[in-house]
């Protein structure tokens, strides 16, 4: 099976049309009695973490800041490793980076003097892929809604376009994961909410399973299938919550997602100890 993108820019329906990307398998993620400490005098950061990630599932780490949703991120990425339990990865514990998994930061990290293109096909060259390049990049660029800017420069690109070149270069791999690290929170609101809804529509489109730090409890709603709250000093999982909204329901002005967004809302201030007096977004 192969699936095109079906959404204009602005939403609308738009026809498949070639060409396509295969999905992928989605990784299974397991976390098994995960704690971490950088400073002994600091106590632990993250303690005790439980639990799974289904294949192509998309899951939210929601947190105030300093709980160590970052520090988490990081360990499914093999970036850093947890003091002590781990993560594994279809079954296989996590011991380094893989081009399997992906991380999407808030800055794109492109080359300004390279082009749409050729920032995209950045991932697959450091794979030592480059034979896929000719085929690839164009899919992914399409996926995106770039296929018309490939030969532009990027630093002539908007915040928002940037960030769809450093989704294309991240997907370019067939990677069966996607990790965010609050990659939308730099861009203005209108453009943060077409990403939200176009990065989780490929991904659900292609199997991929994401997970996404954030401390924007909408942003946790409007993408999540599933939200996992953290509580602070040491960070541990306060609530893991299935956010049983339609894909056509996943809109800020939909009832069902102001219900939603509403109880996120109270179970995320409790979990900041009550404190609704510090603004929470
Ligand atoms: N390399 C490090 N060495 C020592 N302490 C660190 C290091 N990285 C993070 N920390 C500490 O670990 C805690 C969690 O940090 P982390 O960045 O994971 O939190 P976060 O929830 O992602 O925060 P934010 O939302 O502000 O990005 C913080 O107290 C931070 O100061």
């Known amino acids: 099976m192969v699936v095109t993108r079906f959404k204009t820019e602005s939403g609308a329906p738009k026809m498949p049309k070639a060409p396509a990307v295969k999905p992928v398998r989605g990784a299974h993620v397991a976390v098994r009695g995960l704690s971490h400490t950088y400073r002994r005098a600091d106590g632990p950061v993250l303690q005790d973490l439980d639990f799974e990630i289904r294949q192509g599932e998309v899951v939210a780490l929601l947190g105030r800041s300093g709980c160590g949703k970052s520090t988490l991120l990081h360990m499914l990425a093999g970036l850093s490793h947890p003091s002590t339990g781990e993560v594994a990865i279809n079954g296989n514990e996590v011991r380094g980076p ?7 930061f808030q800055a794109p990290s492109l080359y300004p003097w390279m082009t749409v293109e050729q920032n995209a096909a950045l991932g697959l060259k450091f794979a030592r892929r480059s034979r896929e390049i000719a085929t690839r990049i164009p899919e992914v660029l399409d996926l ?117 967004q509403a109880r996120m809302m109270q179970l995320y201030t409790d979990v900041a100890h009550g404190d609704a007096t510090t603004p929470l977004t």
């Open 98 to 104: 893989s081009p399997r998994w992906v991380m999407m």
């Open 144 to 260: 995106v809604d770039l296929a018309s800017f490939a030969g532009r420069n990027v630093q002539d690109l908007s915040g928002g376009q940037q960030q769809r070149v450093a989704l294309a270069r991240s997907l370019a791999t067939s990677p069966q994961m996607l990790l965010l690290d609050e990659p939308f929170s730099a861009l203005d609101a209108f453009t943060r909410r077409s990403l939200q809804r176009d990065v989780r529509d490929i991904a659900r489109t292609l199997g991929i399973t994401m997970v996404l730090v954030t401390h924007d409890v909408s942003e946790a709603v409007l993408m999540a299938d599933r939200v996992l709250v953290l509580d602070a000093n040491p960070g541990r999982v306060a609530h893991d919550v299935a956010i049983p909204l339609e894909d056509a329901a996943r809109s800020t002005g939909s009832e069902a997602f102001q219900r939603e």
